[in-house]
């Protein structure tokens, strides 16, 4: 990344709880793919990782995570 001059940055929005029971290595496998596309593809600029809760209310028991790699 440093010989493209990307800048890569990463945003846990606060709706997102500090806890998720989820399979680590798939999440883990899918955002390494996508943010290696977006790297390979990007010439120049930024690679911007943000995650967010969808339908999150307060105290609910689950939770839908959302990853936007921009």
Request: charged share 25%.
């Amino acid at each position: 990344m440093a010989a493209k001059k990307l800048d890569l940055s990463f945003n846990i929005e606060g709706d997102v709880p500090p806890w998720v029971f989820a399979d680590y290595a798939r999440i883990r496998q899918v955002l390494m793919n996508l943010i290696g596309n977006a790297v390979k593809f990007t010439a120049q600029g930024f690679v911007r990782v943000t995650c967010s809760a969808e339908n999150a209310t307060r105290g609910a028991e689950e939770v839908q995570l959302k990853f936007e790699i921009q």
